[in-house]
C-alpha cells in the first residue's frame, strides 16, 4: 500500500516565513521614519539658521553704529572674547564731534528658567541654555532690558568645557555661545543657537560675523 507524503509547514518554516513577511511590511514604516527624521532634522536647521541671522543682524545694527573707543571690551583684542559688549551709538554730529547715546549693553545671560546647574529644569530637552539681551540706559533710571533672543548654546558649537583648548578651530578657547572677537577697528560676533528635531536630538547652527566700527 503506497503512502501519501503529509503536507504543510514546519514549525522553522513557519518562523521564517513570518520573519520574512514582518520585515517586507516593516521596510516602508522604516522608510518613512527615516525620511520623517531627515526632514525633520532639515526644518530645524533652517530654522535655527534663520533665527540666528536675524539675531546677528539685529546685534551688528547696534555695534554698527559705535566705535571701538566706546567699547570697553575692544581693548581684549584678537584671540580673546566676552560675551558681553558695552557700548554707546552715535546718535548725531554738532559740527566737531560725534554725540553719542546713552550707554547699551548686549550680553549672554544665564536663562532664568534654566538655571546653570547641569539640568533641565524647564524640560525642553536641553540643559543651561542661554538667553542674549540688549539693555538700554545702563545705570540709568530708565534701564530697560529686552529679551533679543532665547535657545542660545551654553559654549559655541564645537567647544568642550573648561579644557583650554581651541576645539572647534576659530581662534578662541572656551567661548560661550555669543562671543565678541575685536580685532583692530573689526569686531567678529559668533552666535550659537540649538533646538530640537522630532526625535528630540539637539541641532546646533552658528553663525559668523565681522562688521568694521565708525572710528
Known sequence: MKRTSKSGFSMLELVVSASILSFVLGMPLM?????????????????????????????AGRLAGSSA???????????????????????GWNGATVDW??????????????????VDNDTDGMVDERIVVWITDVGLGTQRTTLVRRDVSELMAGEIAGNGID???????????????????????????QGLDSSNAIIEHTEERRIAFRN
Open 31 to 59: 522608510i518613512f521614519r527615516s525620511a520623517e527624521r531627515m526632514r525633520s532634522s532639515v526644518t530645524t536647521r533652517g530654522d535655527l539658521q534663520a533665527k540666528t541671522r536675524h539675531t546677528i543682524d539685529r546685534i
Open 69 to 91: 573707543g566706546m567699547i570697553p571690551q575692544s581693548l581684549l583684542g584678537a584671540g580673546q572674547w566676552s560675551s558681553i559688549v558695552d557700548l554707546q551709538v552715535a546718535i
Open 101 to 118: 547715546g546713552t550707554p547699551e549693553r548686549l550680553a549672554l545671560l544665564v536663562s532664568p528658567e534654566d538655571p546653570d546647574d547641569g
Open 167 to 193: 576645539d572647534n578651530g576659530n581662534g578662541l578657547v572656551d567661548e560661550a555661545g555669543l562671543a565678541f572677537e575685536f580685532v583692530d577697528d573689526q569686531v567678529v560676533i559668533r552666535l550659537s543657537l
